[in-house]
């Protein structure tokens, strides 16, 4: 199984616990194929240096871990949903198109409103966990 993380889904781990960074451990712990792109690693490190977070090296650290456990691919050219609304999603649904993503996790309205682009689906962490929790794959 593979799996693409939004940026939101990626900062929100990273900043603060909560269903975002449990989410992360236990797809670390069950070897799910964690994908994302150089656009979402490159989104993800300007968000970090924003200001509003003060413990730069906690963060640093943090996301120096996650991205060992990621697989990254390129996102360049492929087929985009004719729907998507915001032109800035255009990497991240190619993203998951590259990797042959299973699912697209995200807090993203635009994109959530596809919920499906090719065979990823596109689901919100809660029902991403809710997903985890009545299938096989959940209980290993």
């Known amino acids: 199984m593979t799996v693409v993380l939004d940026t939101n889904v990626l900062i929100s781990a990273l900043i603060h616990p909560g269903s975002a960074r449990s989410l992360v451990y236990r797809l670390v712990e069950a070897n799910v194929n964690i994908a994302i792109s150089d656009y979402i690693i490159r989104e993800t490190e300007t968000v970090l240096k ?81 997903l985890l929790a009545t299938s096989a794959f959940g209980r290993t």
């Open 50 to 130: 924003r200001s509003k977070f003060h413990r730069r090296q906690i963060l640093d650290e943090l996301w120096k871990e996650l991205k060992s456990a990621l697989i990254i691919v390129t996102a360049e050219n492929g087929e985009l949903p004719k729907s998507l609304r915001d032109p800035k999603d255009h990497p991240v649904i190619l993203t998951a198109q590259k990797a042959n993503a299973d699912y697209l996790i995200t807090g993203d309205n635009d994109l959530l409103v596809l919920k499906k682009h090719l065979h990823t689906k596109i689901i919100t962490i809660n029902k991403y966990q809710k």
